[in-house]
């Protein structure tokens, strides 16, 4: 069974960088497209970009779009999202999805917060 481990959260000053990792083990990410969300306190959890499972492929959402940029690396089964030009209200935990068919995995997050 597939399971995601997101990391490379942390705390970071507004208009600064983080890139967080979405590692996978237990399957082969290659089967897989993946998807990063993000959940901010008091607020429904946010669609934030997608990637296919050959890379070729990606959407953002408009809050994180020329900002953000997801990839993926399938031999070494890690999906990445370079987050730029960080601002305040892009604080929120944020996780990674992996689908294939009707199976649907998530990881348990990694905090991300912009602050002064």
Same mark, same amino acid.
């Given at each position: 069974?597939?399971?995601?481990? =997101?990391?490379?959260?942390?705390?970071?000053?507004?208009?600064?960088?983080? @890139?967080?990792?979405?590692?996978?083990?237990?399957? #082969?990410?290659?089967? &897989?497209?993946?998807? +990063? *969300? @993000?959940?901010?306190?008091?607020? =429904? @959890? $946010?669609?934030?970009?997608?990637?296919?499972?050959?890379?070729?492929? #990606?959407?953002?959402?408009?809050?994180?779009?020329?900002? *953000?940029?997801?990839? @993926?690396?399938?031999?070494?089964?890690?999906?990445?999202?370079?987050?730029?030009?960080?601002?305040? $209200?892009?604080?929120?935990?944020? &996780?990674?999805?992996?689908?294939? *068919?009707?199976?649907?995995? +998530?990881?348990?997050? #990694?905090?991300?917060?912009?602050?002064?």
């Amino acid at each position: 069974q597939l399971q995601l481990v =997101e990391s490379g959260g942390g705390l970071v000053q507004p208009g600064g960088s983080l @890139r967080l990792s979405c590692a996978a083990s237990g399957d #082969t990410l290659d089967y &897989y497209a993946i998807a +990063w *969300f @993000r959940q901010a306190p008091g607020k =429904e @959890r $946010e669609g934030l970009s997608c990637i296919s499972k050959s890379g070729v492929s #990606t959407n953002y959402a408009d809050s994180v779009k020329g900002r *953000f940029t997801i990839s @993926r690396d399938n031999a070494k089964n890690t999906v990445y999202l370079q987050m730029n030009s960080l601002k305040l $209200e892009d604080t929120a935990v944020y &996780y990674c999805k992996a689908n294939r *068919f009707a199976s649907v995995y +998530w990881g348990q997050g #990694t905090q991300v917060t912009v602050s002064s």
